[in-house]
């Protein structure tokens, strides 16, 4: 079994919530794409949005045993924080959350040093 994961900007994430910020773009992107191609009136955009829920990592979120790095760019607009959060804040499992107020979608500065330090405790 895997003891320990250390994701960093977890995306797929609060697919409603993205769409709602208006930030599909980047690893969101597809959602726009779809919505143009599949559903441009979006009349079925609530049943699509469920179907999604069957992918997205916050209703997976439970299942994680592992104990959790999690690595948060607060000014994160490619993934935005509070759509991490919804998976993070479903956790069940001892999890503990780096939080860099003023980075976004970049390098985190030392947070692959506390990754390996965190992933050689075991």
């Given at each position: 079994?895997i003891?320990k994961a250390a994701?960093?900007?977890?995306?797929?994430?609060?697919y409603?919530?993205?769409w709602?910020?208006?930030?599909?773009?980047?690893?969101?992107?597809?959602?726009k794409?779809?919505?143009?191609?599949?559903?441009p009136?979006h009349?079925?955009?609530?049943?699509?949005?469920?179907k999604?829920?069957?992918i997205?990592?916050?209703?997976?979120?439970?299942r994680?045993g592992?104990?959790v790095l999690v690595?948060?760019g607060?000014?994160?607009?490619?993934?935005?924080?509070s759509?991490?959060?919804a998976?993070?804040?479903k956790?069940k499992?001892?999890?503990?959350?780096e939080i860099?107020p003023?980075?976004?979608?970049?390098?985190?500065?030392?947070m692959h040093?506390?990754i390996?330090?965190f992933?050689?405790?075991l």
């Open positions: 079994r003891r994701p960093v900007y977890p995306f797929l994430s609060d409603r919530r993205v709602e910020m208006d930030l599909c773009k980047d690893a969101y992107a597809e959602l794409t779809f919505f143009r191609h599949a559903d009136q009349i079925r955009e609530d049943k699509i949005f469920t999604l829920g069957y997205d990592i916050q209703h997976l979120a439970s994680v592992a104990d690595g948060v607060l000014a994160d607009t490619v993934c935005p924080p759509t991490q959060f998976a993070i804040n956790m499992t001892t999890v503990r959350t860099y003023d980075f976004g979608h970049e390098n985190l500065p030392g040093d506390k390996i330090r992933l050689s405790a």
